[in-house]
C-alpha cells in the first residue's frame, strides 16, 4: 500500500521554525515530481513549493519565497519543507502529494494531477 505520512507541524511563534517531513513508502517512482500544499481555514488549497526526481526544486508560493526550502533525502524515502521566519499568515494543514513524472520533472503538473496525498499536518503561528 503506498503511504504518504507527513510529520513535524505543531505550534509556533511568529519568526520560529519549523521542519516538516513526508514520509515515502510502498512505492518506487523512478521519475516524479513531489510537492508541498497548504490549505489555511476559509482558503483553498495552495501550492507551496514542488521537487522532481533530479533535485530541480521550485518554490510556487511568492508568499514564502526566502523563507521556506524544499529537500529530499532519497536514501531515506522522505520529503522535506524547511520552513524558517514563520509568520502568522502561514498558519495551515500541509500536505505532501507525489505523482509520476514521464519526463522526471514537474513542468505542466497541476495540483489535479497529484494522486497521492498524505493525511496532513497541521502549522499554528502564533503573533
Known amino acids: 500500500e503506498v503511504q504518504l505520512v507527513e510529520s513535524g507541524g505543531g505550534s509556533v511563534q511568529a519568526g520560529g521554525s519549523l521542519r516538516l517531513s513526508c514520509s515515502v513508502s510502498?512505492?518506487?517512482?523512478?521519475?516524479?515530481?513531489m510537492g508541498w500544499f497548504r490549505r489555511a481555514p476559509g482558503k483553498e488549497r495552495e501550492a507551496v513549493a514542488n521537487?522532481?526526481?533530479?533535485?530541480?526544486?521550485?518554490v510556487i508560493s511568492d508568499s514564502v519565497k526566502g523563507r521556506f526550502t524544499i529537500s529530499q533525502d532519497n536514501a531515506k524515502n522522505t520529503l522535506y519543507l524547511q520552513m524558517n521566519s514563520l509568520k502568522a499568515d502561514d498558519t495551515a494543514m500541509y500536505y505532501c502529494a507525489a505523482t509520476r513524472s514521464r519526463l522526471g520533472n514537474c513542468y505542466a503538473i497541476r495540483p489535479v494531477d497529484f494522486g497521492l496525498w498524505g493525511q496532513g499536518t497541521q502549522v499554528t503561528v502564533s503573533s
Open positions: 510502498g512505492y518506487t517512482y523512478i521519475r516524479y515530481c
Open positions: 521537487i522532481d526526481s533530479g533535485g530541480r526544486t521550485t
